[in-house]
T-cell receptor
Framework: KQEVTQIPAALSVPEGENLVLNCSFT??????LQWFRQDPGKGLTSLLLIQSSQREQTSGRLNASLDKSSGRSTLYIAASQPGDSATYLCAVRLIQGAQKLVFGQGTRLTINP | NAGVTQTPKFQVLKTGQSMTLQCAQD?????MSWYRQDPGMGLRLIHYSVGAGITDQGEVPNGYNVSRSTTEDFPLRLLSAAPSQTSVYFC???????????FGEGSWLTVV
């Protein structure tokens, strides 16, 4: 059974720092991996989607990497801002079962001014 | 472009009552799904659909029913609400499984 783990569960850093959020998964048979942002009381907003054949994706200050063989993905946030404060979730889409996303528990990020 | 729209946003039900959570998308997506989000449990798949007329069960389907009569709409029915169904419900859609998944804003349901 696929399990997705995100460590740490919470992270607090001062504004301006570069930071890395971690996501690990137990089964490398994934179709793709997606990073989401969730603000309190809101839905999930997609940040980056990495297909299983890709190594990384970039959008603005965000860079996500994927190492399928080791079951790991990282989300790198450059020059963090208070507006980046949110919960970040990673989810893997399984090869078996087209609609099955398995989510991690998320990392709650706080950027202090 | 509205994306994925869920209604209602908040609902309080009494045990045993039934209700329907509505979900509509305007992106002509074939894939739609319902998740529930609970503290300590993360997001879990309830039901999903790969096209009009085609639905299947996810990880936690008991107590819920779905149908997909059109591409745009994918309602989730609670047949006889129980306190264990108190949760936040999210509807999601995508063009196909290789594409980005878009989520609605969520429906907060409390069963008393």
């Amino acid at each position: 059974k696929q399990e997705v783990t995100q460590i740490p569960a919470a992270l607090s850093v001062p504004e301006g720092e570069n930071l890395v959020l971690n996501c690990s998964f137990t089964d490398s048979a994934i179709y793709n991996l997606q990073w989401f942002r969730q603000d309190p009381g809101k839905g999930l907003t997609s940040l980056l989607l990495i297909q299983s054949s890709q190594r990384e994706q970039t959008s603005g200050r965000l860079n996500a990497s994927l190492d399928k063989s080791s079951g790991r993905s990282t989300l790198y946030i450059a020059a963090s801002q208070p507006g980046d404060s949110a919960t970040y979730l990673c989810a893997v889409r399984l090869i078996q079962g087209a609609q099955k996303l398995v989510f991690g528990q998320g990392t709650r990020l706080t950027i202090n001014p | 472009n509205a994306g994925v729209t869920q209604t209602p946003k908040f609902q309080v039900l009494k045990t045993g009552q039934s209700m329907t959570l509505q979900c509509a998308q305007d992106m002509n997506h074939e894939y739609m799904s319902w998740y529930r989000q609970d503290p300590g449990m993360g997001l879990r798949l309830i039901h999903y659909s790969v096209g009009a007329g085609i639905t299947d069960q996810g990880e936690v389907p008991n107590g819920y029913n779905v149908s997909r009569s059109t591409t745009e709409d994918f309602p989730l029915r609670l047949l006889s609400a129980a306190p264990s169904q108190t949760s936040v419900y999210f509807c999601a859609s995508s063009g196909d499984r290789g594409n980005t998944i878009y989520f609605g804003e969520g429906s907060w349901l409390t069963v008393v």
